[in-house]
């Protein structure tokens, strides 16, 4: 296996119709679908027009090396999605198709908040289900239909934990104290920035003492500024240096 040097991913916009109809008729991609059948442009566009208007879908293309390569798509019910992915014929079998579903899996439990991905295949797709096993999928079921799920990762859950355990103890406590003059040089940074890019309302996750906050609080408009810390040391004495600032104590992970 052939591995491509960079794969990302971007989301799909209406000029990728075209494209996407292409990839879909291709006569490989048709037997490894369950509907084999040929779809007519005017059909796919009408629904690849609803898709992109649709909040519980997603669609992204592939990018490898900075080309077009292919087509990711979640579909979206409560906090799991089903998960497909169809890769351009001259590109599969170089490992594009596993790092896309690396790539989708971590935009769908980093950013989207999902807990879990499904993907369906026909048993008699070996391909496919080879690409999404190297992707983290694990296979649930066979028959009648090949079944693989990929979950947020347990060790994913728990190292954010220890970071925020670490910050909340004694090393967020020496941190705090450390660098209570952080931020006294960076006024004129600000009021240049802000001059020219004006902001309504802004939130720092991990502002710890406000380094930032202080210069960013007289050009926003009071209740429009927050900032959040896992560290309650520093959000009591940043009460005190910014008493009319709003402040939580939270995490910055998304809900598992």
Same mark, same amino acid.
Request: hydrophobic share 40%; glycine share 8%; with cysteine.
């Given at each position: 296996?052939?591995?491509?040097?960079?794969?990302?991913?971007?989301?799909?916009?209406?000029?990728?119709?075209?494209?996407?109809?292409?990839?879909?008729?291709?006569?490989?991609?048709?037997?490894?679908?369950?509907?084999?059948?040929?779809?007519?442009?005017?059909?796919?566009?009408?629904?690849?027009?609803?898709?992109?208007?649709?909040?519980?879908?997603?669609?992204?293309?592939?990018?490898?090396?900075?080309?077009?390569? #292919?087509?990711?798509? @979640?579909?979206?019910?409560? *906090?799991? /999605?089903?998960?497909?992915?169809?890769?351009? !014929?001259? %590109? $599969?079998?170089?490992?594009?198709?596993?790092?896309?579903?690396?790539?989708?899996?971590?935009?769908?439990?980093?950013?989207?908040?999902?807990?879990?991905?499904?993907?369906?295949?026909?048993?008699?797709?070996?391909?496919?289900?080879?690409?999404?096993?190297?992707?983290?999928?694990?296979?649930?079921?066979?028959?009648?239909?090949?079944?693989?799920?990929?979950?947020?990762?347990?060790?994913?859950?728990?190292?954010?934990?220890?970071?925020?355990?670490?910050?909340? #103890?004694?090393?967020? @406590?020496?941190?705090?104290? *450390?660098? /209570?003059?952080?931020?006294?040089?960076?006024? !004129?940074? %600000? $009021?240049?920035?802000?001059?020219?890019?004006?902001?309504?309302?802004?939130?720092?996750?991990?502002?710890?003492?406000?380094?930032?906050?202080?210069?960013?609080?007289?050009?926003?408009?009071?209740?429009?500024?927050?900032?959040?810390?896992?560290?309650?040391?520093?959000?009591?004495?940043?009460?005190?240096?910014?008493?009319?600032?709003?402040?939580?104590?939270?995490?910055?992970?998304?809900?598992?």
């Amino acid at each position: 296996m052939r591995l491509a040097s960079i794969v990302t991913l971007r989301p799909a916009v209406a000029e990728d119709c075209l494209t996407l109809w292409r990839w879909r008729n291709d006569p490989e991609t048709r037997r490894g679908s369950f509907d084999m059948g040929e779809v007519l442009l005017e059909t796919h566009t009408r629904w690849f027009e609803d898709s992109l208007s649709r909040g519980d879908r997603r669609i992204y293309i592939v990018r490898a090396n900075g080309v077009d390569v #292919g087509m990711v798509r @979640l579909d979206l019910k409560g *906090r799991e /999605a089903n998960v497909s992915i169809n890769v351009a !014929r001259e %590109w $599969r079998g170089k490992g594009v198709g596993t790092e896309a579903l690396r790539a989708v899996a971590t935009e769908a439990f980093d950013r989207l908040g999902l807990v879990r991905l499904v993907a369906e295949v026909k048993p008699d797709n070996v391909a496919s289900r080879v690409v999404f096993e190297r992707a983290g999928f694990a296979l649930v079921e066979e028959r009648p239909v090949t079944s693989l799920v990929r979950e947020v990762g347990r060790e994913e859950v728990t190292s954010a934990r220890r970071l925020e355990e670490l910050w909340r #103890g004694p090393f967020g @406590l020496e941190y705090t104290d *450390r660098n /209570a003059g952080a931020g006294e040089k960076r006024e !004129r940074f %600000w $009021r240049n920035l802000l001059s020219e890019f004006p902001v309504s309302s802004v939130l720092e996750v991990g502002c710890n003492l406000g380094a930032n906050l202080r210069w960013i609080q007289p050009h926003v408009l009071p209740g429009k500024i927050v900032g959040i810390d896992v560290n309650d040391y520093a959000l009591r004495r940043l009460k005190v240096a910014l008493p009319a600032l709003d402040r939580a104590l939270a995490g910055a992970r998304g809900p598992r």
